[in-house]
């Protein structure tokens, strides 16, 4: 059993930055997809970002202002963003499909598609 643990969330002003960490359990992580979702108070969880073998993918929101990446091995995934806004406040979560593969991009993949989780990194926004 793999485990995924975030890190990186705090408190910022708006036009801050932040940089989220996930980071799985072993050195070498199986998975064709990753993605980072955001769940605001009293909102559901969607997604904010993906990364796989067939590129990145991101919610209209924080296009050209997040960034998806990891590294070699998958260990480590990232999501750095920047310009922050109220709007991006909530409780972050990586995801990771544990390897098992489905017939569509990476970008589509539903909550049900990620085995894997994280226990979420906490993202405070102040206007």
């Known amino acids: 059993e793999v485990r995924l643990a975030e890190s990186g969330g705090g408190s910022v002003q708006a036009g801050g930055s932040l940089r989220l960490s996930c980071t799985a359990s072993?050195?070498?992580?199986?998975?064709?997809?990753m993605a980072w979702f955001r769940q605001a108070p009293g909102k559901e969880r969607d997604a904010v970002a993906f990364i796989g073998s067939d590129g990145t993918t991101y919610r209209d929101s924080v296009k050209g202002r997040f960034i998806i990446s990891q590294t070699a091995g998958k260990k480590n995934t990232y999501l750095q963003m920047n310009n922050l806004t109220t709007e991006d406040a909530g409780t972050y979560y990586c995801?990771?499909?544990?390897?098992?593969?489905?017939?569509?991009?990476?970008?589509?993949?539903?909550?049900?598609?990620?085995?894997?989780w994280g226990q979420g990194t906490q993202v405070t926004v102040s206007s």
């Open positions: 072993r050195d070498r992580y199986n998975a064709y997809c």
């Open positions: 995801a990771g499909d544990g390897g098992h593969w489905y017939p569509r991009i990476c970008g589509v993949y539903g909550e049900a598609d990620f085995r894997d």
